[in-house]
């Protein structure tokens, strides 16, 4: 289990150079029981379910006959 310090530290504060190009080990997860804990909840009795919701504002694809469309869309997963 990682402590608060460990993962907001480890980046956040600090001088970098600049990457233009994704680097996944720059990359750090933040475990939800941390905040769970704060607030009295344990990952077995969780009061809620929820969802992620994704919105598209630029979508585009091409119709059966090859013209250009556009348009949004929500996903959620």
Known sequence: MHDNEDVYSKYLGKKSDYIDTYTPSLLEPVPRVLGRKKIGLM?????????????????????????????????KI
């Open 43 to 75: 990952d077995d009795t969780l009061p809620f379910d929820g969802f992620d919701l994704w919105t598209a504002f630029e979508l585009s694809w091409l119709n059966q006959k090859g013209k250009p469309m556009v348009g949004m869309a929500e996903f």
